[in-house]
């Protein structure tokens, strides 16, 4: 939906534009990323329980550390297809795209047959900041035109409060005990409510806005 617009602004050279519907995802992209990541790490037990029963608690490390990434997925995707797609340089996304590849296979050859799963996920996580490393540079006389640095601080400290406040409500609830469902239903009830509240209380820029255009 987005790279039409963009490739639209960026060749009709308005740049204003350009940048602020790029500004705007990225400030979702931070809100969603950081309420996932969040949300999944400390909650990955149960998730893995709830979909693949016990046998696969093991696994929990790994997916927690797969989930660490996650905003920065969000980030390469952003100035892979947004950015450097929109200006015509898929050159370079295929590039990063490739270096990132040979690094995930180096890493999961060293990683794997020492720690099996959790190899595999750091290689993931590792290849994942590989990609958006060689992007940023590539843009980096562009970069801060890209985000709302106050989008990342409030959204990462509504995440930590929104995760905290339902650790304490998980503790003297304790329905992940009783029902995995109705546990992890409560928790995202609670974590959605308080970071949402969070993201407003702080005044997060893509929020009020959002909430503007809804009132209208």
């Known amino acids: 939906v987005m790279l039409p617009r963009l490739s639209n602004y960026y060749g009709k050279h308005k740049e204003a534009e350009f940048y602020a519907l790029l500004r705007k995802n990225s400030s979702f992209i931070m809100i969603a990323g950081f309420a996932i990541t969040f949300f999944c790490i400390i ?14 608690v093991p696994a929990v490390p790994a997916m927690q550390i797969v989930m660490i990434p996650i905003i920065l997925s969000g980030v390469s995707t952003m100035l892979g297809n947004n950015v450097l797609i929109a200006q015509g340089k898929e050159r370079v996304t295929t590039i990063a795209t490739l270096v990132s590849f040979i690094v995930i296979i180096a890493i999961d050859c060293f990683l794997i047959p020492k720690f099996g799963a959790i190899g595999a996920a750091i290689g993931t996580a590792i290849g994942t900041f590989v990609v958006v490393a060689i992007e940023v540079i590539y843009l980096k006389s562009n970069i801060s035109s890209l985000f709302e640095v106050s989008s990342i601080y409030r959204s990462l400290l509504s995440g930590l409060l929104a995760s905290a406040v339902m650790i304490v409500v998980s503790n003297f609830v304790p329905l992940l005990d009783r029902s995995i469902f109705m546990g992890l239903l409560v928790n995202g009830f ?27």
């Open 43 to 56: 909650n990955a037990k149960p998730i893995i329980v709830l979909l693949s029963g016990n046998t696969y």
């Open 190 to 216: 609670v974590f959605c409510i308080v970071y949402a509240v969070a993201l407003m209380v702080f005044r997060e820029k893509f929020i009020l806005d959002t909430l503007r255009g809804l009132r209208k």
